[in-house]
């Protein structure tokens, strides 16, 4: 449930946060290097999660192709980049940021925009990497408390395991990733199993990506004593164009709940995107 909860607010919600290590490498340009010279111009998403609601994303660039509006109905989010920081303003003057170093991400968040019993709280996610330029570790604060901590995991050059802490030791979630042979070209957030960890933003600035196109998500949380508390399976479906674009990308999710002295339940979502793309 998590998860596509977290597919169906992409695009939505503006995150924005970069940092990097101090690295001779810069990551961001290591990805422009590799591009198709495609751009993504808006993105259509019909989900059955929000009582069948759809939603289309048109985004703007500025003159050296970074993200510079992300436009939805009455909603925009405005992006602005400095040498160590990507801030994004929505119209009601809310503000994220991820700071960076060498390009990427080495910090990101938000103040106030987390509510828990009518409270609101500050959140800020800090970024580690390895020597090879893998996210390994992402941890996660309220209001400057720790509250979960997430270790990934790569083979093949690919993200393939994560597992989340709850800093009380209460809740473990361990997350698999499974891949095609496919090469991701232009991968977009909700196709990236990184988003599900990061403040994502496009441009490469959380270490190198997964090489491949993801199409299945399979997460188990059990409580402190080993006992299941949920289970998620997504499956996802991709098509691209000639020039390795993802053109549509369909989840279907499986979320098992198991309630204390309960019997479990079992619900199913889907999520469909649509996206179209300018090219040189």
Known sequence: MQRIIKLAMVALVAIISIASCKKEINWNEQLLAKGNGCKLTSLKADLD?????SYTVNFSYDTQGR?????TGSETNTYTYSTNKITAVDESGYMAEIILENGRAV????????????VYY?????????????????????????????DLTYANGNLVKAVSVSADLRYTETATYLYSNEIAVNTYEIADPLSYH??????????KQSKNVLIKSVSKTVDENGDPFSDDIITVTSQ???????TSINFSDVSTFYPFGGAPTTETYSAKYALSYTCK
Do not use: H
Request: glycine share 14%; net charge neutral.
């Open 240 to 246: 691209y164009d000639a020039k390795g674009n993802a």
């Open 198 to 207: 990061v403040d994502y933003f496009p441009g490469g600035y959380f270490g």
């Open 49 to 53: 999660l929000l009582g069948n609601y």
């Open 122 to 150: 500050d959140y800020t996610k800090k970024y580690t990497y390895n020597s090879d330029g893998y996210l390994i570790q992402v941890k996660n604060y309220l209001n400057k408390e720790l509250s979960t901590t997430d």
């Open 67 to 71: 993200i510079s509006k992300a436009t």
């Open 107 to 118: 910090s990101s968040g938000s103040a106030g925009t987390i509510m828990v019993g009518g």
